[in-house]
Every structure is written in C-alpha cells, then in structure tokens.
C-alpha cells in the first residue's frame, strides 16, 4: 500500500488532499500560500507529506481543453520536476482540468460562506485531482 499526496499547485494557493492505493479514497487535507519561492513551496509540500507518512505524489496538470500544454501547465511541470528532485519521490501528473469546477459544484451544495468555500477550494479541488488519479488506475495493484 503506498500513500499518495495529491496536489492542486496554484498561482495563490496550493491545494493538498491525501489518499493510499488501498482504500483509493482521497480526503482534503490544507491549502498552503503559495507565497515564497518554488523551493520553500517545495519545502513545505515535503513537511506535509513527511506528516501523513506520503510515498508518492499526484500533481494536478492544468491542460488546455484542447490538451495542449500552457505557460501555467509549464510552470507546473517545472514545479513537479523540482520536487521530485528534492523529495526523492516520485511525481505523477493528472489531468486537472475542471478538477476546480468540480470543488465548486459541490461547494454549491453546503451552507457555507464565501470565505469558507474560499478557503476550503483548493484542498477539494486536490482531493478531485487524487480521486481523478485513483479512478484511472483502478485495476492497478
């Protein structure tokens, strides 16, 4: 059984939900703020990871509809080859694309306030991102 971190990386914040190839149920976990350099983002993501005992990573890839890959999905590739250095772990990419539109959606469904749902987005839309990851490789051991 491996522990995944599935990661919702931002311009403003960075959306963290954990999971494992067993139960292959992803659970909202922080949003981090993305202020500092890549490395200190880096940083950051390893001490989570470090506290949920992570063995791998899924990093949300912010394709374009047409799959193409855009300045932010470049950004994003940078910053997963970085933490993959750094870490020593493996960084698997996932198509994100309306990984944050489905956080919305089901934030419509809650009572919360604006700044609630604001605050709690990110984590969901990683949450979307390690599910997403989890039912592509369903029939993987």
Known sequence: MKKLLGI???LKRIGLA??????RIAVPVTVLDQGGSPQQQVDS???VAGDYGVDEFVLGMPLNMDDSVG???KITQSFGKLLGEVSGRVVHECD???SSAAADDYM???ELTHKQK????DALAAQVILQTYFDIHADEA
């Open 45 to 47: 993501i390893i001490e």
């Open 118 to 121: 604001k605050s709690r987005r």
């Open 18 to 23: 954990v999971g494992d190839t067993e139960g």
């Open 8 to 10: 919702d990386y931002g």
């Open 71 to 73: 300045k932010q999905a």
């Open 108 to 110: 419509q469904q809650t």
């Open 96 to 98: 994100e694309r309306l």
